[in-house]
């Protein structure tokens, strides 16, 4: 986990202005909902600790905001996504910044990564699949959290085919299955290329 020493929110130790001055110093840089030093390395929980303040409690964060943070994209989305990660409801929040999707993730599908609730890397990319019949703008973040570890691919394909039916299901599993065979094929490329390099 982050040490909060290492994590600048506006009006706690520093007030924007000066953090603001530190940006164009070179001292720090944009993180989530406040700044880091720029020297320090942009890891998961980092990033999840920088929306801690932002983060409704008793959620998680989900869709896109758990893609930027498990790694996907170099900045995150302009509003974040969170589910419930409790059984009961929860009155939705009035930030602008958030979209409150009013369905319960089990501890299940998810980690705590930054002192912060994520959906698991599955899940979120079953999340996201399963979104693109309503917000196809969402294939870009798919495809950065789906090329950061392949083998999810698979997984995320198994779980919707046997989720049965589930809206969006058909468009989630034909974009998957072509994104398996999409690097199918780049390792075979590469792998060519290799051959090639060897042997030339």
Do not use: K, N
Not at 42 to 55: H, K
Not at 177 to 195: F, K, M, N, P, W
């Amino acid at each position: 986990m982050v040490h909060p020493a290492f994590l600048y929110l506006p009006g706690h130790r520093l007030a924007l202005p000066e953090l603001s001055a530190a940006r164009l110093d070179g001292h720090v840089v944009e993180m989530g909902e406040g700044y880091i030093p720029a020297d320090l390395v942009e890891g998961p929980d980092v990033r999840a600790a920088s929306l801690a303040s932002l983060l409704p409690r008793d959620t998680t964060a989900s869709g896109p905001t758990a893609a930027w943070i498990h790694g996907a994209g170099d900045r995150p989305p302009s509003r974040h996504h969170v589910h419930r990660a409790v059984a009961y409801r929860l009155r939705p929040p009035r930030d602008a910044r958030i979209v409150f999707h009013d369905v319960f993730v089990p501890a299940s599908d998810r980690m705590l990564t930054g002192g912060v609730s994520v959906t698991t890397p599955v899940r979120t990319l079953c999340d996201l699949a399963l979104a693109l019949h309503r917000d196809p703008a969402l294939l870009p973040c798919l495809r950065s959290l789906a090329a950061l570890s392949p083998g999810l691919l698979d997984d995320a394909h198994e779980r919707i085919s046997c989720a049965g039916r589930v809206p969006g299901a058909r468009r989630a599993l034909s974009t998957l299955q072509r994104l398996v065979v999409l690097h199918a094929e780049t390792l075979h490329s590469e792998g060519q290329d290799e051959v090639t390099r060897y042997t030339s």
